[in-house]
């Protein structure tokens, strides 16, 4: 996808960020959504380890997510700002992407994990994400091995030009997840595609 023109984040009015998923996996105008305050435990099962904190009530960093019901399995990088204010993407397009500025999955407000669609050599680490339905977990593995469960509660898809910033990226009173790609016809004049796909979730109970 080509770059767009979109406001630099600040810290008064912040981007808020509508990934990538070109054919040719090139980085596009992804702008930065708020990191949302607070904390939330995270849901244990197993033998999986409790979830670490920092001294500012962090959980730790997100590396894997799997959604089974649609075969998705990917590990987590980390992405934060361009110098133009605008979101990263992932440089692999085998790897999704979490933007490590905003909130952790877990904590509460919405975590923000991106990937691509597909790429010059075939489907990318979110392909199948439209295919996913309402009820369907969405499993994240942290740094420590803790896990996250979150449940789907909607599956949208957006032009970019009219993207929802506030309903995709608003606070949240609850630990959310939003996973997000591209999505819609693809415009072989701009190497980019025209929607996007975006996945809510939210914490799953114990």
Avoid at 32 to 60: M, V, Y
Wanted: hydrophobic content about 35%; some cysteine.
């Amino acid at each position: 996808m080509a770059r767009g023109d979109v406001p630099p984040a600040t810290a008064s009015a912040p981007a808020t960020p509508v990934p990538a998923g070109s054919r040719q996996a090139r980085p596009t105008a992804v702008p930065a959504p708020t990191a949302s305050g607070g904390a939330q435990k995270s849901t244990k099962a197993g033998k999986e380890k409790p979830a670490a904190r920092s001294s500012r009530g962090a959980l730790a960093a997100p590396v894997s997510i799997a959604i089974s019901s649609v075969g998705i399995t990917a590990p987590v990088g980390q992405v934060g700002l361009n110098r133009d204010g605008t979101i990263g993407v992932p440089t692999d397009p085998r790897q999704a992407a979490w933007y490590r500025l905003g909130s952790r999955p877990g904590n509460r407000g919405p975590a923000v994990i991106v990937g691509h669609l597909d790429s010059a050599v075939g489907p990318a680490a979110f392909y199948r994400l439209s295919e996913v339905r309402p009820g369907q977990t969405v499993t994240v593995t942290r740094a420590d091995r803790s896990v996250a469960r979150f449940t789907i509660d909607a599956v949208r898809s957006y032009r970019r030009d009219h993207f929802p910033t506030t309903t995709v990226y608003g606070p949240t009173d609850y630990a959310g997840l939003r996973l997000i790609t591209c999505g819609g016809a693809y415009d072989h004049r701009t190497k980019s595609y025209e929607s996007n796909t975006v996945v809510f979730a939210r914490l799953a109970r114990p």
